[in-house]
Structure formats: structure tokens, C-alpha cells
């Protein structure tokens, strides 16, 4: 019962990608790209979550939020440096599959069923990214992209980690989705690494 009720909220804030026409008109836990971080967490909260940066560029910083919610154990918003209206660029939710990849493909591909289900004109493309630099260079994600015609990104993937990294860095197999515009994941790609 509570499996069912939870897909068809899934299903409700999935709606209206099949009438959006980029990114900005979806939600994810209430809240979409474009969206100040101040109306959904307090400068207090804000100051205290999980920041990361990245190696080439500060232009944007992520914070991370672990969160109590029937899809994901986290949500992480870009957010450009010193913006003092925390205006999101990119959100992104994760659910953990500790050493249980195929429990996270599986998931992963429920998800991109669904998607499909109720999406139109959207480009689909899938891929294989190797974590080269990482350790022992094993650690992979099986990436699904789905484009609007304006380059607006719904981004899914499934994290295998090798038993190496997943021993000296405590990472636990992983699934992602993210919300990313177009002009944000052009900075994703040709500046931040």
C-alpha cells in the first residue's frame, strides 16, 4: 500500500515534465531550479550543510542535505559563491545502495520506466563513465540522460564503487537523479574539472 502511494506521488511530480518545457518546471521535494534556497531552508541550516567545491572552478558551490523522504536519503543544490539569495542552479537527489549495485540498477531502471511513461520528445542517451583518477580506477556509473530540445538535462545514474574505494573512502553504491539546465552543465563540463 504505501509502495503504490508512493509512486503515484512519484508519478505526480513527474507529471509535469511531460508539459515542460526545460527543467525549470519540474520539482524535485517541492522545489525547482531557479527557486531561491532560502524559502525551503533557513541561512542557518544552509551555513551548516555539507558544502563541496570543485577542483578548477568556485563559481558554484553544492551543498548537501540529508533529508527524510520516501525517494531520497539526500538533496544538493548548486548554488553560485556568495549569492546572497541562494538561487538554485542544479538539484540533484541520492539514495544509497551499499555494495548492492544490482538493487540500484533496478531502481535506477524503474525510475527511467516511469520517466518514460509519461515524457514525450524528450532525447534519451546512456553511457559508462570509469572513475579513472580514483583509486584503483574500477569505480564506474552507469549514466541515462534525458534531453529537452533546449539541452535541459534529467540526469540518472548508478554508482559501482570498487571494493577498494569502498574500503578506504567508506562509499556506498549509489543512485542519483539531477535537474540540470543546459548553461549549467556546459560549466559542469568545461570548467569545474
Given at each position: 500500500?504505501?509502495?503504490?502511494?508512493?509512486?503515484?506521488?512519484?508519478?505526480?511530480?513527474?507529471?509535469?515534465?511531460?508539459?515542460?518545457?526545460?527543467?525549470?518546471?519540474?520539482?524535485?521535494?517541492?522545489?525547482?531550479?531557479?527557486?531561491?534556497?532560502?524559502?525551503?531552508?533557513?541561512?542557518?541550516?544552509?551555513?551548516?550543510?555539507?558544502?563541496?567545491?570543485?577542483?578548477?572552478?568556485?563559481?558554484?558551490?553544492?551543498?548537501?542535505?540529508?533529508?527524510?523522504?520516501?525517494?531520497y536519503d539526500n538533496?544538493?543544490?548548486?548554488?553560485?559563491?556568495?549569492?546572497?539569495?541562494?538561487?538554485?542552479?542544479?538539484?540533484?537527489?541520492?539514495?544509497?545502495?551499499?555494495?548492492?549495485?544490482?538493487?540500484?540498477?533496478?531502481?535506477?531502471?524503474?525510475?527511467?520506466?516511469?520517466?518514460?511513461?509519461?515524457?514525450?520528445?524528450?532525447?534519451?542517451?546512456?553511457?559508462?563513465?570509469y572513475y579513472e583518477?580514483?583509486?584503483?580506477?574500477?569505480?564506474?556509473?552507469?549514466?541515462v540522460e534525458f534531453?529537452?530540445?533546449?539541452?535541459?538535462?534529467?540526469?540518472?545514474?548508478?554508482?559501482?564503487?570498487?571494493?577498494?574505494?569502498?574500503?578506504?573512502?567508506?562509499?556506498?553504491?549509489?543512485?542519483?537523479?539531477?535537474?540540470?539546465?543546459?548553461?549549467?552543465?556546459?560549466?559542469?563540463?568545461?570548467?569545474?574539472?
Amino acid at each position: 500500500m504505501l509502495r503504490s502511494f508512493i509512486i503515484i506521488i512519484f508519478f505526480l511530480n513527474l507529471h509535469s515534465l511531460a508539459k515542460a518545457d526545460d527543467i525549470r518546471d519540474f520539482e524535485m521535494e517541492g522545489i525547482s531550479v531557479g527557486d531561491s534556497l532560502l524559502n525551503h531552508y533557513s541561512n542557518e541550516e544552509i551555513s551548516n550543510a555539507l558544502q563541496m567545491k570543485y577542483p578548477k572552478s568556485d563559481k558554484y558551490i553544492k551543498y548537501q542535505f540529508k533529508i527524510n523522504s520516501s525517494e531520497y536519503d539526500n538533496i544538493s543544490f548548486h548554488i553560485k559563491k556568495n549569492d546572497p539569495k541562494f538561487k538554485i542552479y542544479e538539484i540533484s537527489g541520492g539514495t544509497f545502495f551499499n555494495k548492492n549495485f544490482s538493487k540500484c540498477k533496478k531502481h535506477q531502471t524503474n525510475v527511467i520506466n516511469d520517466l518514460k511513461s509519461i515524457t514525450q520528445n524528450l532525447i534519451e542517451d546512456s553511457y559508462r563513465f570509469y572513475y579513472e583518477n580514483l583509486e584503483d580506477g574500477k569505480s564506474f556509473a552507469d549514466v541515462v540522460e534525458f534531453k529537452y530540445s533546449n539541452g535541459d538535462l534529467i540526469r540518472m545514474w548508478c554508482v559501482n564503487w570498487s571494493e577498494k574505494v569502498e574500503k578506504n573512502f567508506n562509499y556506498g553504491d549509489n543512485f542519483s537523479i539531477s535537474l540540470t539546465p543546459l548553461k549549467h552543465m556546459n560549466w559542469i563540463n568545461k570548467e569545474a574539472y
